[in-house]
């Protein structure tokens, strides 16, 4: 399965912003997923992830209240929703199964100013 992030953008502190992963190759409905971040010089982060049923939702606590993780395995189509965004929400942010198992891909770029 390929996996492709994109929706990221350049906004400010407070603003939302919706990020899609879209999957290609093979469905993802049997797979955990989750959204990861990396800013240059840390160790990329888990953010969020989501049972295959949708069953249950897990997020790192800096993200907590303000992020949601959803899906549609319809669409094969993994989301995250980033409400009051942060300056230090700034990243590349990746989706992967979990345990990721994909190639990264290039990520999305958000960037949250102040």
């Known amino acids: 399965v390929q996996l492709q992030a994109s929706g990221g953008g350049s906004v400010q502190a407070g603003d939302s912003l919706r990020l899609s992963c879209a999957a290609s190759?093979?469905?993802?409905?049997?797979?955990?997923m989750g959204w990861f971040r990396h800013v240059p010089g840390k160790p990329r982060e888990f953010v969020a992830a989501?049972?295959?049923?949708?069953?249950?939702?897990y997020y790192a606590d800096s993200v907590k209240g303000r992020f949601t993780i959803s899906r549609d395995n319809a669409k094969n189509t993994v989301y995250l929703q980033m409400d009051s965004l942060k300056p230090e929400d700034t990243a590349v942010y990746y989706c992967n199964t979990v345990p990721s198992s994909r190639p990264w891909g290039q990520g999305t770029q958000v960037t949250v100013s102040s």
């Open positions: 989501i049972k295959s049923t949708s069953s249950n939702e």
């Open positions: 190759g093979r469905s993802i409905s049997s797979y955990d």
